[in-house]
């Protein structure tokens, strides 16, 4: 069963808050993701991971870190929130390499900063 | 972004009726990707396509990179084609994928 796992499905925190995001995923893809949604606009690249402790920057990297420590678990921390991070972040796998033939998204976390 | 540009930004059909999204890409970079987001949210995949043509059922993804330009064609629109769909780019061939803002498409029965 290929899937992607996305924990939490919502989240409100107060501003100065840590926030963490969970994601997994069951088809032992090298090639993990987070991104970002804001209303009316595409995808924004955070974190790529390649594989394990293997992370690289995306396009909005500040504010964020990443942590993979397994190949199947891929986590998202927002250090001290702030209202700006308001937004769905959404997690993604894929085949090995950097062809990313084809993405598996979770469902996304609706992450609320007050 | 800027990087890659879609059209139109949205678009309003009657079902039965065929739509052209376009997708321009300001590097000759390929690995243009189709992704639709369901109305809840939910992203799927539709094409990996770094040139040429492929086809899916109704849709067909076609690529021309030496123009820098994508497009998807959907034919024979039916309301559950209701949603946004993404073309995404790898402009730096490292696997980060760059997003267009989408083209928001209503099919009406």
């Known amino acids: 069963d290929m899937k992607v796992t996305q924990m939490p499905r919502y989240l409100i925190k107060r501003m100065g808050e840590n926030v963490l995001l969970e994601c997994g995923q069951d088809m032992s893809h090298e090639t993990m993701y987070w991104y970002r949604q804001d209303p009316g606009l595409g995808l924004q690249l955070i974190y790529i991971s390649y594989d394990v402790d293997s992370n690289s920057e995306g396009d909005i990297p500040k504010g964020y870190r990443v942590s993979r420590k397994k190949r199947e678990h891929f986590s998202l921390i927002l250090d001290s929130a702030k209202t700006n991070q308001t937004s769905v972040y959404f997690c993604?796998?894929?085949?090995?390499?950097?062809?990313?033939?084809?993405?598996?998204f979770g469902h996304g976390t609706k992450l609320s900063v007050l | 972004g800027q990087q890659v540009q879609q059209s139109p930004a949205s678009l309003v059909l009657q079902e039965g009726e065929n739509a052209e999204l376009q997708c321009n890409f300001s590097s000759t970079a390929t690995r243009l990707q189709w992704f639709y987001q369901h109305p809840g949210g939910r992203l799927v995949s539709l094409f990996y396509?770094?040139?040429g043509t492929k086809h899916t059922g109704r849709l067909t993804s076609t690529t021309v990179t030496n123009e820098r330009r994508g497009s998807l064609h959907i034919s024979s629109s039916q309301t559950t084609d209701s949603g946004t769909y993404f073309c995404?780019?790898?402009?730096?061939?490292?696997?980060?994928?760059?997003f267009g803002d989408g083209t928001v498409l209503t099919v009406k029965p």
């Open positions: 995404a780019i790898d402009l730096s061939n490292t696997g980060k994928l760059t």
């Open positions: 396509n770094p040139s």
């Open positions: 993604a796998s894929s085949l090995p390499g950097v062809s990313n033939e084809r993405l598996f």
